[in-house]
């Protein structure tokens, strides 16, 4: 490998990595992976068997099939949170409906693993909504940028005199009426 070659290879996987934060930031990311992540146990537990010593046990339940169909539905589901953002929140509440009935028909949703896992993750896929992009609100106002980082800013927003005085340092201007400096009103109106 020569030097010409090693800031290649740093600048192709930073911008990867970019392209991934972006392409993370376009849809309900974490959603999606945990309901993924909730489909696998409650698929893998039914058809499985603990081996202690020379003892077998079988946790396969009556409705095996069923747990395999939830496990699929909610690895797909997933996907689906990842590749068709639009329909996340029937993607989330399917989730949610499947992680419930994963409960009785999968060994308690894969020990409470992959039903807590579906729930979040489709919670998370319901909740989710796109931001908004930076030209798009830069177009709609003519505002000044604010900062959105840093130590706030306090601004002194006492009424000052026609003189630059200010009427609470007690140099004698206001004569604690409620009137007004500028104008003498007290900003009471009349009846009648």
């Known amino acids: 490998m020569s030097a010409e070659t090693r800031p290649r290879l740093i600048e192709t996987a930073g911008q990867k990595r970019l392209s991934f934060r972006e392409w993370r930031g376009l849809r309900p990311f974490w959603g999606g992976l945990l309901t993924l992540l909730a489909g696998i146990p409650i698929m893998y537990l039914p058809y499985a068997n603990l081996t202690i010593g020379s003892l077998t046990v079988r946790m396969a339940t009556t409705a095996g099939a069923g747990s395999l169909i939830i496990g699929v539905l909610l690895v797909v589901l997933g996907l689906t949170m990842w590749f068709q953002p639009a ?16 409960l009785v028909v999968s060994n308690f949703g894969a020990f409470l693993v992959g039903f807590l896992l579906g729930l979040i993750g489709g919670a998370l896929g319901v909740s989710w909504a796109p931001g908004k992009a930076a030209a798009e609100a830069k177009d709609g106002a003519d505002e000044p940028a604010r900062p959105t980082a840093g130590p706030p800013v306090f601004v002194d927003a006492r009424p000052t005199t026609a003189t630059g005085h200010d009427p609470e340092s007690g140099n004698g201007l206001d004569d604690l009426s409620g009137t007004s400096p500028t104008d003498g009103t007290n900003g009471r109106h009349r009846a009648g």
């Open 87 to 102: 329909s996340r929140v029937f993607a989330g509440v399917a989730a949610i409906l499947l992680s419930l009935v994963s």
